[in-house]
T-cell receptor, first 115, second 113 residues
Framework: GAGVSQSPSNKVTEKGKDVELRCDPISGHTALYWYRQSLGQGLEFLIYFQGNSAPDKSGLPSDRFSAERTGGSVSTLTIQRTQQEDSAVYLC?????????????FGPGTRLTVL | QQQVKQSPQSLIVQKGGISIINCAYENTAFDYFPWYQQFPGKGPALLIAIRPDVSEKKEGRFTISFNKSAKQFSLHIMDSQPGDSATYFC????????????FGPGTRLSVLP
């Protein structure tokens, strides 16, 4: 596809369950970012991938959050033992090289609701 | 020091008016300042960006003004249109690989027809 895609678009889960969120970046983009956007809030950086490695995981809020990227393409963000405060829109973005001035192209997000 | 402050939180403007959104930062290592536009249900999209070596950048109806000494920058939308109604985020980052953006909390703009 031409843009960044994310799946599922919506996810409702029960507290304590694990969830996986998927991101398909723009083909050929080496950098991939995950952000979290809580209701009415700005974007909170979670993790950055350059290729398959994650040089910056500083934004992951707890050890319940993890992410991986395979084949320099698809990335999965996993949240274990979900809590109600994890409810948010999770956004993925990709850029061509990862340089700060490269345009980050965002996907539409996954809206996670933890009951 | 990593925060980017943004104001106002919400803004209502009549069609044809000027919308002004302001941001301020503390970290002098920030070297790149983009603005993103987000429509409901969509991801943010880059609108316009500026480096601190210039004081102003204009693209169509959108202008960024940058004041390095005050560590402030602002977005001006001239001749605002109802289609401009969206949430606008300012952001800042250093000039390097993998520099994560620090985003402001956003301004919800409503342009009345």
């Amino acid at each position: 596809g031409a843009g960044v895609s994310q799946s599922p678009s919506n996810k409702v889960t029960e507290k304590g369950k694990d969830v996986e969120l998927r991101c398909d970046p723009i083909s050929g983009h080496t950098a991939l970012y995950w952000y979290r956007q809580s209701l009415g809030q700005g974007l909170e950086f979670l993790i950055y991938f350059q290729g398959n490695s994650a040089p910056d995981k500083s934004g992951l809020p707890s050890d319940r959050f993890s992410a991986e990227r395979t084949g320099g393409s698809v990335s999965t963000l996993t949240i274990q033992r979900t809590q109600q405060e994890d409810s948010a829109v999770y956004l993925c973005a990709s850029s061509s090289t990862g340089w700060s001035t490269d345009t980050q192209y965002f996907g539409p997000g996954t809206r996670l609701t933890v009951l | 020091q990593q925060q980017v402050k943004q104001s106002p939180q919400s803004l209502i403007v009549q069609k044809g008016g000027i919308s002004i959104i302001n941001c301020a930062y503390e970290n002098t290592a920030f070297d790149y300042f983009p603005w993103y536009q987000q429509f409901p249900g969509k991801g943010p999209a880059l609108l316009i960006a500026i480096r601190p070596d210039v004081s102003e950048k204009k693209e169509g109806r959108f202008t960024i003004s940058f004041n390095k000494s005050a560590k402030q920058f602002s977005l001006h939308i001239m001749d605002s249109q109802p289609g401009d109604s969206a949430t606008y985020f300012c952001a800042a980052s250093g000039d390097n690989y993998g520099q994560n953006f620090v985003f402001g909390p956003g301004t919800r703009l409503s342009v009345l027809p």
